[in-house]
């Protein structure tokens, strides 16, 4: 595609259940990268994607955090037994390859109620 | 991991005004990207330096990536609403960014 496509862009969510969202990266990008932005701070960097290697999970902040790739295309991140704290906008990234300027998309803004 | 710090935390001025904000390391790198976010959206590339001492110029900004590589600047001249915003540093090959400056413009 033209860019990098989130989805669901809002989704409100009660404490306790799992989310699962989903990113959509620009066609050919094989670097792929998760981030969460609390309000008004700035990107914290979750998990990193490039091509078929091993992803670098250093950034999860526990193990209720996943994320999958299949290949070069779509990634899931899914976040289980959700807690008010993980209320925050997730804005996945793309790039040609790691050290190459990254292609935002406008993120899946998640409210933990 | 390259920490980066970004200063001023946060830039509130006028329109018209000059400002410049900053992006400091320990650490070299090999080149630094800036991006700028607006509220709602995703962080949008700026520009790339790669070269110690190098300048480039995107119309009333100038980014300017330090002799040693361990630091960038970013100047706006005549300051207008539009340029609101937070304004990210990242370094090649690291995936993670400044924590940002978070400027506004008052018309």
């Known amino acids: 595609g033209a860019g990098v496509s989130q989805s669901p862009s809002n989704k409100v969510t009660e404490k306790g259940k799992d989310v699962e969202l989903r990113c959509d990266p620009i066609?050919?990008?094989?670097?792929l990268y998760w981030y969460r932005q609390r309000l008004g701070q700035g990107l914290e960097f979750l998990i990193y994607f490039q091509g078929n290697s091993a992803p670098d999970k250093s950034g999860l902040p526990s193990d209720r955090f996943s994320a999958e790739r299949t290949g070069e295309s779509v990634s899931t991140l899914t976040i289980q037994r959700t807690q008010q704290e993980d209320s925050a906008v997730y804005l996945c990234a793309s790039s040609r390859a790691q050290g190459y300027g990254y292609t935002f998309g406008s993120g899946t803004r998640l409210t933990v109620v | 991991t390259q920490l980066l710090e970004q200063s001023p935390q946060f830039l509130s001025i006028q329109e018209g005004e000059n400002l410049t904000v900053y992006c400091n390391s320990s650490s070299v790198f090999s080149s630094l990207q800036w991006y700028r976010q607006e509220p709602g959206e995703g962080p949008v590339l700026l520009v790339t330096?790669?070269?110690?001492?190098e300048v480039k110029k995107l119309k009333r900004l100038t980014f300017q990536f330090g002799d040693a590589r361990k630091d960038s600047s970013l100047h706006i001249t005549a300051a207008q609403p539009g340029d609101t915003g937070l304004y990210l540093c990242?370094?090649?090959?690291?995936?993670?960014f400044g924590a940002g400056t978070r400027l506004t413009v008052k018309p």
């Open positions: 330096v790669v070269t110690g001492g």
């Open positions: 066609s050919g990008h094989t670097a």
């Open positions: 990242a370094g090649y090959n690291d995936m993670r």
